[in-house]
């Protein structure tokens, strides 16, 4: 027998589950995301998913190594942050995007706060905010096969129908692990059989989601619309993999309910008012900030002690902080939801102002600009002009007549919006010279939602500058380099934004020899 | 539906050792140590000094206080000394050690057979005294002080704790299934004590042939049932089991008695059948010697006063080495680092395990999984507690109710980052209740 026998605290069994053997479970769940998400956009996204991981394990490895910590990089923590950041990113990003995020995630949100345990907010999220403001341009392009598209929110919000059916199973634009539905409900339901994840937070939070957008918005009480809003963005994904994150969400199952219940109201607000269509990332981000203010209210009653505990003192603290969340909740919703609906006016003033620069821009000569009696007829009889749908779908909102300082005519400027845009309307102004042969003085794009880096380009001065000088009859798009007078190269990879931009001059050149030059 | 309560967990059972293996009967040799204190409460004084001869059965040590316990000898023979001895919670206690003569002489009476019907209650609670009965299942409450409540009316439930959910023990087991008249008999002794009582015996549904076996006797009596409880682990922790019985709750500050209830544990109710019906003072209890190392695990009939290591060579001695032995059950059980020490009223059994499963993991951050809050039978947040001690915030820890902790371990079990919770809380809750202490007497 030995000297010596191991003397310790009770109990002296220990479960076989270790917190390595949970990551591993949640990697394991987040690997239906990836495969759909390799065979949706290729070879390329799972290479910015490993990426994301291996810098993720790299860092936390280098940063305990250099700080002299234990190494803990077996426990899989790092890893699950970097697959999660990686199945967060757009899937053509460059691969400097997933080193960055996955270096910020693990050394400043998470070991700078303590390591493992101890950072407030999910170290993946975090990241991801960190590159959506840092990067807004490469974090909102979402191509595929290099062919931008449109995010299915992105249109519902624009009025446009989606297919709750491609949503689900994952067939439109997004993130590389948050396009499909149907991947992340299995792994998520994987986490939740296996009872890694508490189901309380997921279901507390879609439906408090469906509860919102159903009493709020005005298609809510459309079953496709509900459907096509829980599909879409990262809502999924954040609801099983986000907001279950153990670290930043609170331990008991009150908690967990009231955590659930805010960040569904918190999304809900997001989506509808915000100005963005996405609001998932914020809400949880925002909702792991009120974590120990949730654990503080949610202490449950022991075990016999019900009746005693809820009394004097403690009541009144509890529903102190009770009303210091539901005011943080508010205020947080009024202040990042309304913030679009506040700012209404200055943006109004500011737009104004902005006309009266674009007139000058594209109508050097002009010093004032005016819609005289005869424009204003010209604009009511437009309306019918454009009906046969040769420019596609095109207004002319606006047709101004500008004045030098001598209060000479020095030309016309004309605003067109097209709707055949990518993700919407495209409005833009078009300058002609006053006397024949009247040619276009300028181009300048006025509102433009399209895709970053595809059809956003037809605000850069190569494109637009083209116009410039161009007779005004009608002009004609090309793939090649333009040789004729009449041609315009369109910009590569945004033949839909290109051709709408070119209808609207060409709306706005037929409705200027029609109207204005025909009248006088 | 089988009976319960929220929370717990469901660790190896390991019963299947020991669970078929009949008592069989240890008889000692050597020295017996009995020290004073095997009970809750204040420690007995010795009534007999070195060189004294005793008698089997006779009365060694008299209850000194309230709450305290008579101690008799289980042999015959000649009184060492009366000294300090290591026991197994690993305290040094004053301690009377005999020399067993291996005669066995009782005193006159012994084993008598006797008619409870014709006691009156106040004679019965002596008898009980007299015994030096105290819980057998581990806390040493004294039983006579615990079968005379403020009001005898109050009490609708007798409770009998078969429920045996610490992993490896199967000694309850094997007294069910081997004497269920006595654990009735001792059930219809306390009932007398109670009016307006009923007796249950409460038994977890992994022990089907006790349940039928009980279950079978008990249909002749009127007073008693039988009730199957859901097989978890801490099914048997008092607090628990009157609530699974009854659905009333208790927390650290109350009685059983103040829910109703009185509550014994299997061997405890076997002792007062012995000391009332046969005139037995508690002398010997059931030991399941357990674990991997030992060569031939089963149970035991102990007398009080055997060495650790006679009962272990009893079982045949060890197998392979073991790394960890430990007094009691794997959750709540103490480790012993000698075994030299004796068996007392409390030793429930002695599991040798080859392997020290806290060993096998170092304890990592917490990431706070809430897997402790789930366990807890208590509905305590373990985690937030835990915190509070690295805090050394006794205040908070007071205030999220740490003071209600059983400290029956289930936290500890599942925390996946094998964080020693339980012995944090253990250190928290004496630290709280020594400043309490000093308060009310500053």
């Not at chain 2, 084993?111 to 002596?126: C, F, H, N, P, V």
């Not at chain 2, 059931?286 to 674990?291: A, D, Q, R």
């Not at chain 2, 045949?316 to 080495?321: A, P, Q, S």
Request: aromatic share 8%; proline share 5%; hydrophobic share 40%.
């Amino acid at each position: 027998m030995k000297d010596l026998l191991n003397v310790s605290s009770s109990p002296h069994v220990r479960s076989k589950d270790t917190t390595a053997m949970i990551m591993y479970d949640v990697a394991l769940a987040l690997f239906p995301a990836l495969v759909f998400g390799v065979y949706r956009f290729g070879f390329y996204a799972l290479l910015v998913v490993v990426i994301s991981a291996g810098t993720a394990v790299a860092a936390e490895y280098a940063f305990q190594a250099a700080t002299g910590q234990r190494i803990t990089v077996s426990d899989g923590s790092a890893l699950v942050t970097g697959l999660l950041l990686g199945l967060n990113l757009p899937p053509e990003v460059p691969l400097w995007i997933p080193v960055m995020g996955s270096v910020f995630a693990v050394i400043f949100v998470k070991q700078l706060f303590g390591g493992l345990g101890q950072n407030f907010m999910n170290p993946a999220l975090g990241a991801r905010c960190f590159l959506l403001i840092s990067f807004a341009g490469l974090m909102s392009n979402y191509p595929v096969d290099s062919v931008s598209g449109a995010t299915p929110l992105a249109l519902l919000r624009a009025g446009k129908e989606v297919s709750v059916r491609a949503m689900f199973m994952g067939n439109i634009p997004g993130c590389i692990g948050e396009v499909s539905t149907f991947a992340i409900l299995l792994g998520g339901g994987y986490l939740v059989i296996k009872k890694i994840i508490p189901i309380w937070i997921p279901t507390a939070y879609l439906g408090t989601f469906v509860i919102v957008i159903f009493l709020f918005s005005e298609r809510g009480r459309d079953i496709f619309y509900l459907a096509a809003q829980l599909c879409g963005g990262g809502l999924m994904m954040g609801a099983f993999f986000m907001a279950t994150d153990y670290v930043t969400s609170p331990v008991t199952k009150k908690g967990q309910m009231m955590f659930g219940v805010l960040l569904g109201i918190l999304t809900g607000v997001f989506r509808l008012s915000g100005s963005s269509t996405e609001g998932v990332s914020y809400a949880i981000i925002l909702g792991n900030l009120t974590v120990p203010l949730i654990e503080r209210i949610s202490i449950p009653a022991a075990f016999g002690r019900e009746k005693k505990r809820i009394q004097g003192e403690n009541r009144l603290k509890i529903k102190k902080d009770a009303a210091v969340l539901c005011s943080i909740t508010l205020i947080a919703g009024l202040i990042l939801g309304g913030i679009y609906q506040i700012t209404k006016i200055p943006i109004e003033k500011q737009r104004k102002e902005t006309v009266v620069r674009t007139c000058q821009a594209v109508c050097p000569e002009g010093k004032t600009f005016e819609a005289g009696e005869q424009l204003s007829r010209a604009l009511s009889e437009a309306a019918s002009l454009f009906e046969n749908g040769e420019f596609g779908s095109v207004v002319i909102n606006q047709a101004l007549e500008a004045k030098d300082k001598m209060g000479n005519p020095a030309g016309y400027v004309i605003s067109v919006t097209s709707k055949d845009g990518f993700s919407g309307e495209i409005t833009l102004m078009v300058g002609f010279s006053p006397s024949e042969p009247v040619l276009i003085t300028g181009m300048e794009i006025v509102q433009l939602n399209e895709t970053a880096g595809m059809g956003m380009r037809a605000d850069e001065e190569e494109f637009k500058v083209q116009y410039k000088g161009k007779p005004a009859s009608k002009l004609f798009l090309t793939k090649q380099l333009a040789s004729a007078e009449n041609e315009i190269d369109a910009i590569s990879g945004a033949t839909i934004t290109s051709s709408a931009v070119n209808n609207a001059v060409n709306a706005a050149i037929y409705f200027l020899h029609t109207y204005i030059k025909a009248g006088t | 539906m089988d009976w319960t309560f929220k929370g717990g967990i469901h660790p190896y059972g390991g019963k299947k050792l020991t669970k078929e293996s009949p008592v069989k009967e240890l008889l000692p040799e050597g020295d017996m140590v009995y020290p004073l204190s095997q009970h809750i409460g204040a420690w007995a004084k010795a009534l007999v000094k070195k060189g004294d001869y005793v008698k089997m059965g006779q009365q060694i040590a008299k209850a000194e206080g309230i709450v305290s316990a008579d101690i008799v000898s289980s042999v015959s023979g000649t009184v060492k000394a009366v000294e300090e001895r290591t026991v197994p919670s690993g305290d040094r206690v004053n301690s009377i050690v005999i020399e067993n003569d291996g005669q066995y002489t009782p005193i006159d009476g012994l084993g008598k057979e006797r008619d409870y019907t014709g006691l009156s209650k106040e004679e019965i609670r002596g008898l009980i005294k007299e015994a030096g009965i105290v819980g057998l299942g581990g806390a040493g409450f004294p039983a006579h002080v615990k079968l005379a409540p403020k009001n005898d009316e109050q009490i609708d439930y007798v409770i009998v704790n078969g429920a045996e959910c610490e992993p490896y023990l199967t000694s309850g087991y094997r007294m069910m299934v081997e004497e269920p008249q006595k654990v009735i008999g001792g059930l219809n002794v306390i009932l007398r004590l109670f009016d307006r009582a009923r007796g249950v015996i409460a038994i977890e549904d992994n022990k089907p042939e006790a349940i039928k076996r009980i279950g079978h006797l008990v249909q002749k009596e009127g007073r008693i049932e039988v009730r199957p409880l859901k097989t978890k682990y801490p099914q048997g922790a008092e607090r628990n089991l009157i609530y699974a019985v009854t659905g009333r709750k208790i927390n650290s500050s109350m009685l059983p008695a103040d829910a109703g209830c009185i509550v014994n544990n299997v061997d405890t109710v076997i002792a007062v059948y012995m000391a009332v019906c046969r005139s037995t003072p508690l002398m010997e209890r059931t030991v399941t010697v357990t674990g991997d190392a030992v060569k031939e695990p089963g149970n035991f009939r102990v007398k009080i006063g055997t060495s650790y290591a006679q009962v272990i060579n009893a079982a045949g001695g060890f197998k392979t080495e073991p790394e960890k032995i430990i007094s009691g059950g794997p959750m709540m059980g103490t480790a012993l680092y000698s075994l030299e020490v004796p068996v007392v009223k409390t030793s429930s059994a002695i599991l040798c395990m080859t392997k020290d499963e806290v060993l096998q993991e170092e304890p990592g951050p917490c990431i706070r999984c809430g897997r402790c809050v789930k366990a807890c039978p208590e509905n305590l947040v373990p985690q937030r507690m835990m915190e509070c001690v690295e805090q050394n915030n006794m205040e908070e820890f007071a205030r999220i109710q740490g003071m209600e902790c059983c400290e029956c371990g289930c936290c500890t079990y599942v925390c996946p980052a094998k964080r020693p919770l339980t012995q944090a809380f253990k250190l928290a809750k004496r630290v709280i209740a020594k400043e309490r202490r000093r308060r009310k007497e500053g």
